[in-house]
């Protein structure tokens, strides 16, 4: 099944980038919108992305003139005649899709390949429309399509081995890299990164910590290429919230459930980037502005932050509690960290200060070790969640005075930071560990390997690191405490540590069975 020619039958934002694809990749492509201002607008945003990259001198204008030339408009399914592979990316709607799927049948010729780039969707109930179904396959792209590398390749029960080996093939040829994956709601990437995406949304709803910080926290925090709130309005608001209901509707529980701020921002035409606005603003260009940070990476060098007190959460909270050694060693790493900022540090609690500071983890747990000390009012926490980005924590008790002294401490240290309530996780960690559960949780259902996760997650969505190598990164037993405390903490078992994740935790090895 070689394929020579294709047809693209939807040309917004994902349909012109993968119509740019494809012509990129020396194939014919029928651009295909029945509506002449649409078509007029697909064509437009073909033509605009091969200027921008003459203007940054990836393309010559030769090669961007050979490349638009390859783009033929069509404004119909019969357009697609002398296509091999037709690919839909029409909105999300199972009665539409299965309206072209029909189409293409009486149109077009019966062994083409009908290719569907739902993100939500059942693939089987799309190709279900079709009289031969076993040419239906799913076709995923990632957004931005010319950039990410990945293609899921969806199978139904009925595709035709020959079709998926050929779309296969193509993606390869597109210089993609195809994952093939079986019809499950989301796949794998969409099916990860969506949940984490809505806990996102969620956390900024419930006034649990600034858009800024949410996205700083995912991006300095955990190294991912954008904060989760400008990702959703980068897939577009109506796309994610249509993805979430589907896994709703297939796997129920809190991760899925859309937090009512994507419908509110939705109905309200926020729609993210296409729609001018979403979480973020985008007045000229594709850039968020933002104004509400109160994460910043401290370059200047504000005021003398005064001594320092240094509370070890093992050593206040006396013999018994569940503290364990490795705390210890966070205090005195931040009070060598202090100390060498030429700042003056105490361990002793009752030592005259401004400020005193609970070395916390990931789980926190201020208030107590700070009451122990009798400093509950100057008390603030903070949990280095990467050498350069801290997380401060104000409890309910912390004085102004002391949280602005604690500011100037972190900007004396030279570190980005982020605000975090005090409740298990933090705002890195509860970003972070529910994704990698819900990572773990799909290995342990057999549905993909360790491999195919994090190879979704990196050529899919520009991770530098997938879901599992972070999981080794931070080790089981860190990820099994943060969650627990995270079940303990809301009784949601979304957060329950996978029995998968704790065994391998026990055992001392990782998901894949080697030892860590
Ligand atoms: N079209 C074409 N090229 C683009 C582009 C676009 N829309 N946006 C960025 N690029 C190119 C740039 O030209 C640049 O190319 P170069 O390296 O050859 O010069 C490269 O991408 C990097 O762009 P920038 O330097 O401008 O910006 P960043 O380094 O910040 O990268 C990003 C931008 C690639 C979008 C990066 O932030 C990223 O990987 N983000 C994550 C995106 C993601 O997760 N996508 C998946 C969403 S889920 C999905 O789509 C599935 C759906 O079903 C919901």
Do not use: W
Not at 261 to 269: E, H, P, Q, S, V
Request: charged letters at 20%.
């Amino acid at each position: 099944m070689e394929i020579r020619a294709v047809a693209v039958i939807g040309l917004g934002t994902m349909g012109a980038g993968i119509a740019e694809v494809f012509a990129r990749a020396g194939l014919p492509v029928t651009g295909i919108e029945a509506d002449p201002a649409a078509l007029a607008a697909g064509l437009a945003r073909i033509t605009a992305s091969l200027d921008k990259a003459v203007a940054r001198g990836k393309l010559t204008q030769a090669e961007r003139d050979a490349i638009a030339g390859r783009v033929t408009p069509g404004s119909g399914p019969a357009d697609a005649a002398g296509a091999d592979l037709v690919i839909e990316v029409i909105p999300e709607q199972l009665g539409l899709k299965r309206q072209i799927i029909a189409e293409l049948d009486r149109s077009g010729r019966p062994d083409s390949i009908i290719a569907t780039n739902t993100s939500s969707l059942s693939v089987t109930a799309i190709a279900a429309a079709s009289a031969h179904p076993g040419r239906v396959v799913g076709m995923h792209f990632f957004n931005p399509a010319p950039v990410m590398r990945l293609v899921e390749v969806v199978t139904t029960v009925g595709t035709d081995p020959a079709v998926a080996a050929a779309v296969t093939e193509l993606a390869r040829r597109l210089g993609k890299t195809p994952v093939q994956v079986t019809d499950r709601a989301g796949f794998v990437a969409n099916a990860l990164l969506l949940p984490y995406l809505n806990h996102a949304a969620r956390l900024l709803e419930t006034g649990y910590a600034t858009r800024a910080d949410i996205d700083a926290a995912a991006t300095e925090g955990i190294g991912l290429p954008m904060g989760p709130l400008a990702l959703l309005d980068l897939i577009g608001l109506d796309t994610s919230l249509a993805v979430l209901d589907v896994l709703r509707h297939e796997f129920g529980g809190s991760r899925a459930t859309p937090a009512p701020i994507l419908r509110r921002l939705t109905d309200a035409g926020r729609t993210g980037r296409k729609g001018g606005g979403g979480f973020y603003d985008y007045p000229e260009r594709d850039a968020p502005a933002s104004a509400d940070s109160s994460f910043s990476a401290n370059a200047d060098r504000p005021a003398d932050p005064g001594t320092v007190t240094l509370i070890d959460p093992v050593a206040a909270a006396g013999p018994g509690d569940a503290a364990r050694p490795d705390h210890s060693e966070r205090a005195a790493d931040l009070a060598s960290l202090i100390a060498a900022a030429g700042i003056s540090v105490t361990r002793n609690p009752s030592h005259p200060s401004d400020l005193a500071v609970v070395a916390i983890g990931p789980q926190g747990g201020v208030l107590g070790p700070a009451t122990a000390a009798g400093r509950a009012a100057d008390s603030v926490g903070l949990h280095l969640a990467t050498p350069a980005l801290a997380e401060l924590v104000a409890t309910p008790l912390t004085s102004p005075g002391a949280l602005a002294a604690a500011q100037a401490l972190v900007a004396r240290l030279g570190l980005a930071v982020v605000r975090a309530p005090d409740r298990p996780g933090l705002l890195v960690g509860a970003l972070l560990y529910p994704h990698l559960r819900d990572a773990i949780t799909m290995v342990a259902d057999g549905y993909a390997s360790p491999a195919d996760v994090d190879a979704a997650m990196t050529l899919g969505c520009g991770y530098p690191r997938g879901p599992m190598r972070m999981l080794a990164d931070v080790g089981l037993g860190q990820a099994v405490d943060v969650l627990a405390a995270m079940h303990a903490g809301y009784g949601d078992p979304a957060f329950a540590p996978p029995p998968l994740l704790v065994e391998c935790a026990r055992a001392g090895i990782g998901l894949d069975g080697q030892p860590t």
